[in-house]
């Protein structure tokens, strides 16, 4: 009896690890500053995305973010985009007419290469 007893909440407690690390919200690598690679009607887009939502021209729109995968769809009361998560610091978008855009976190080393900015600290 109690062998069962001990078999019986050793499944239990295994069940509940695996459940908890499956419920386990994924984290949300679009938080921060992003820049597009190419420059549309002369100016790169810069995205920010923040826990809460995003800022669109100065303002703040709240969001909600559904985390899947290599996916993270975007949702507004406006719109609904897909970004697809290509590197840690490269994320693209479907754009209509245009196949990919591409966009870098702001403060990477690949932007900062980009940008022709050195990024080591200096004091002159």
């Known amino acids: 009896m109690k062998k069962l007893l001990l078999l019986a909440t050793a499944i239990l ?20 500053s992003w820049i597009s690679n190419d420059a549309v009607y002369g100016e790169r887009e810069r995205l920010i995305f923040t826990e809460f939502g995003l800022y669109e021209q100065g303002s703040h729109i709240p969001a909600d973010y559904r985390v899947s995968h290599q996916d993270i769809i975007v949702t ?21 007419r245009s196949k990919w855009r591409f966009y870098t976190r702001i403060g990477s080393e690949a932007v900062l290469k980009k940008l022709g900015v050195n990024s080591e600290v200096s004091r002159f």
């Open 13 to 32: 407690m295994a069940a509940l690890t695996v459940s908890l690390v499956f419920l386990q919200s994924k984290e949300n690598i679009l938080i921060g």
């Open 76 to 96: 507004t009361e406006r719109s609904s985009i897909e970004y697809i998560i290509v590197t840690k610091d490269v994320i693209k978008i479907r754009v209509p």
